[in-house]
């Protein structure tokens, strides 16, 4: 279970943190920083913010000046809507984009410092090199774009070979499954890869999913500020919210389908 909740942490830390750094960088005031929903258990102010950590660690958010004053704040240059719709449009792209970045610095770590390979047996008393910096890098790089160019021709084979069926999609219960199998996996060969494998797997894919072009998700977000650009004019409070009520159902549906996928398959359907 620990396992679990450290890499679900992990991984909405680094998309939360996009955003803060993100909202920061284009002088907008972060008001608080949750890792969690519902009941605040701890908090601390610090730079201006409010950091907490709350009950249910699925999850996370920030919450920049004015975002719940859209009327109020659009005259000030420290609140969200007091900045131009580019600048909001990178604050929404910075989580996600931190989550599909996350995997080279999680392979650098693993790798650096790391004996280089060798073909044969060592001589007796020979120093071993080891992997600096910049080779640590390249390496990592190159990782990186194999896990990438993998997933992409996983998902291209799927789709050319049958329909996505319900049974794709995995919930909480599949996270869980698959994050002690990669950390029995570690713990067995002392190769560390494997849960960092499923850490990068995970974050690409929460970045991913976050892009979508759903109100209410960061891509929504992004889709939206385009459109006003496009436009030069502002939604209004109404159209907002209506689009906001929508993406919450469609995001909600996806949610119902990843735990009818996991009741069924804890069920062995």
Known sequence: MLTFLGIIVLVIVVHEMGHYLAARAMGVEVESFSVGFGKVLLKKKLFGTEWRLSL?????????????????????????????????????????????????????????????PVVGAAPAG????????????????????????????????????????????????????????????????????????WIVFLSINLGVINLLPIPVLDGGHIVLCGVEGIRRKNLSIKARNVLNIIGAVLVLGLLVLAITSDVLRLAGI
């Open 126 to 197: 020979a120093e071993v090199a080891r992997i600096g910096p910049v080779d640590a890098a390249y390496y990592s790089h190159r990782i990186v774009k194999k896990v990438y160019g993998d997933i992409w021709s996983a998902v291209k084979q799927t789709r050319s070979e049958r329909p996505m069926t319900i049974k794709d999609i995995g919930g909480p219960v599949a996270v869980y499954e698959f994050s002690e199998q990669a950390r029995k996996r570690s713990q067995e060969t002392g190769d560390w890869g494997f849960l960092i494998d």
């Open 56 to 116: 249910i660690p699925l999850g996370g958010y920030i919450k920049p000046k004015g975002e719940d004053d859209y009327e109020n704040k659009r005259q000030d240059p420290t609140s969200i809507w007091g900045i131009s719709r580019w600048k909001r449009a990178f604050i929404f792209l910075a989580g996600p984009l931190a989550n599909l970045l996350l995997p080279w610095p999680l392979y650098f770590a693993l790798i650096v410092g790391q004996p280089y």
